[in-house]
Nanobody, 127 residues
Framework: QVQLVESGGGLVQSGGPLRLSCETSGFRSDDYAIGWFRQVSGKARDPISCISNQNGFQYTAESVKGRFAIRQDNAGDTVYLQLNNLKPEDTGTYYC????????????????????WGQGTEVTVSP
């Protein structure tokens, strides 16, 4: 069974960095993608970034490109989301998700397409 566990959230001042981690396990094949999403209470989950495990293809939303970066460790077990130059509007719950197949823009913008979700990690950015 696929399991995703996020960590690394917390309180940070505006302009500061955070690194979020998504520990993964239970995949039956290596053809899967990991995505990161952000949700503010009462609103839909916003796509941030995704990465394909097989070939490392990645896509990051234009709204955060240049500040956020996704990467996967060499073992493929953990996917990180580096958050730099954080702003108060980055506050929210960050979720990692997984699906069988490759990362694509088309799938990233459809949270319902993702089959597996972690429990989320809270990020609060103070002014």
């Amino acid at each position: 069974q696929v399991q995703l566990v996020e960590s690394g959230g917390g309180l940070v001042q505006s302009g500061g960095p955070l690194r979020l981690s998504c520990e993964t396990s239970g995949f039956r094949s290596d053809d899967y993608a990991i995505g990161w999403f952000r949700q503010v209470s009462g609103k839909a989950r916003d796509p941030i970034s995704c990465i394909s495990n097989q070939n490392g293809f990645q896509y990051t939303a234009e709204s955060v490109k240049g500040r956020f970066a996704i990467r996967q460790d060499n073992a493929g077990d953990t996917v990180y989301l580096q958050l730099n130059n954080l702003k108060p509007e980055d506050t929210g719950t960050y979720y990692c998700a997984a699906l069988d197949g490759a990362c694509s823009i088309r799938l990233l913008i459809q949270p319902l397409a993702w089959d597996y979700w972690g429990q989320g990690t809270e990020v609060t950015v103070s002014p």
